[in-house]
């Protein structure tokens, strides 16, 4: 194994975590990593943050430089090369870049290809709209929005509040077109409301149970039509309506595919080919609730993914322990997480699903600055087993979704919910933890 050579297809977090897990396991091999862009390693999630101002450095977004992959940890970095074919049964691939198309051998391979922007059909043919998906969409988009003073955004998820809240701090109008009738998919109608009154009331318009019917460049932005018949014109244009997985090169080397169209892998990351490994945002995963393979891309899924993808090409045996889908997004004050599964997504599941809800506090009482923190936990009545929870507040909610977390990673039931050693100090928390009282009112309604 000392002479593999293993080539990696992405430079982002899942490419870059297996490509360094390869190093660190086989000091002598060989390792190289084509990136179709100009940046490896960097931090997507941190890009509506210096959108808005609240990140000053772009290089910040940086964490780890290719001059430092290269002298540090020896792993040869082919920037602006894109890998536009793979032989399988030769093991190997055909790039392309700036000086034409070239061939490489691998002994084992790790497509990290990532995932690309959905945009709704009608909005395909559109030219000057804006996604946020890579850093190398950052210069325009920031570019763009210096010479707009209204910003319309297709989609209410975390990207579109994210960027929502980022055009609200640098000035700008916004608005949003939402195609359900509420925002943050996975929250209960009572969260959601919580999280779009805090939108509205920093200025923001949603419109809900809407689509952009068509849109075309008019000199200054956009003249947009809606579904509802109305008619505007905006500065700027942002569709942030989810992704796909990259998955049309694995596809075209005849790799089989998954939930979504993701790369479909097994435990260990494996693909339906021999030596080749594929992770992250390109590939499927699978849920450790329900134990189903299922798509749902999160930066922590990349890096956990790519590292054991690292580790097996290497010759390792190492088990991907799936994902709860534990998120949180900040909309202006507010925070809200969540993870594992709701009432819905239970049933389907073959659950049957209890929830609660309760409102607590984010600090004692009597302590300045407490807010009011809802929790919301469900539990499936057959096993008392926790299913799912979503929080929304002010502050601590990372904190404590965290917990929801790791209780589910660790199969655990309602009631013992009930009896974990929450931390407390009344700047951080009332006497009465809220998970606690939030799974203490469930396992009441377990019976």
């Given at each position: 194994m000392e002479e593999t050579r293993v080539v990696v297809i992405g430079g982002d977090a899942a490419g870059m975590s297996a490509a360094s897990r390869v190093r660190k396991r086989l000091p002598h091999s060989s390792v190289v990593v084509y990136e179709a862009g100009n940046y490896v390693s960097y931090s997507a999630c941190g890009m509506p943050f210096h959108i808005g101002g609240i990140v000053k450095d772009f290089n910040s977004l940086l964490h780890y430089t290719v001059d430092k992959f290269e002298k540090e940890r020896d792993i040869e970095i082919r920037l602006n090369s894109r890998v536009i074919s793979i032989d399988t049964a030769r093991h190997a691939v055909v790039f392309q870049n700036s000086r034409g198309e070239g061939n490489d051998n691998y002994d084992r391979l790790i497509i990290a290809t990532g995932a690309k922007p959905r945009i709704p059909e009608k909005l395909h043919d559109?030219?000057?709209?804006?996604?946020?998906?890579?850093?190398?969409?950052?210069p325009r988009l920031e570019s763009s929005a210096e010479k707009a003073?209204?910003?319309?955004?297709?989609?209410?998820?975390?990207?579109?509040?994210?960027?929502?809240?980022?055009?609200?701090?640098?000035g700008k109008d916004v608005r949003i077109i939402q195609r359900s009738e509420n925002i943050l998919r996975g929250y209960d109608t009572v969260l959601s409301e919580k999280v779009t009154a805090e939108v509205m009331a920093n200025g923001v318009t949603i419109d809900f149970g809407t689509e952009v019917e068509s849109?075309?460049?008019?000199?200054?932005?956009?003249?947009?039509?809606t579904s509802s018949g109305e008619k505007f014109d905006t500065g700027m244009l942002v569709v942030a309506t989810g992704v796909g997985p990259n998955s049309e090169l694995a596809a075209g080397a005849g790799i089989r595919l998954g939930v979504s169209g993701a790369i479909q892998v097994?435990?260990?990351?494996r693909t339906s080919a021999e030596d080749v490994f594929a992770a992250g945002d390109a590939a499927t995963t699978f849920n450790r609730i329900t134990g189903r393979s299922i798509y749902m891309p999160l930066a922590t899924g990349s890096n956990r993914s790519g590292r054991v993808a690292g580790e097996n090409a290497a010759g390792g045996?190492?088990?991907?322990?799936?994902?709860?889908g534990t998120e949180v997004v900040k909309v202006f004050s507010l925070e809200a997480g969540r993870t594992g599964i709701g009432e819905k997504e239970a049933v389907q599941a073959g659950f049957t699903p209890v929830?609660?809800?309760i409102t607590s506090t984010s600090r004692s009482s009597y302590y300045p600055g407490s807010t009011p923190l809802s929790v919301k936990l469900t539990a499936d009545r057959q096993t008392r087993r926790l299913l799912g929870g979503a929080i929304i507040g002010n502050e601590g909610v990372a904190k404590r979704i965290d917990v929801v977390a790791a209780a589910l990673a660790a199969s655990m039931t309602a009631d013992e919910m009930t009896g974990i050693d929450y931390s407390y100090s009344p700047p951080f928390g009332p006497a009465w933890e809220p998970l606690g009282v939030a799974a203490?009112?469930?396992?009441?309604?377990?019976?």
């Open positions: 559109v030219k000057g709209l804006h996604t946020l998906r890579t850093l190398n969409d950052l003073s209204h910003v319309t955004i297709v989609g209410a998820g975390y990207i579109g509040l994210e960027l929502a809240e980022a055009f609200r701090l640098k849109a075309a460049e008019n000199g200054n932005g956009f003249h947009v039509l097994d435990e260990y990351m045996h190492v088990r991907y322990t799936g994902i709860t929830s609660a809800l203490d009112v469930l396992a009441g309604k377990l019976g």
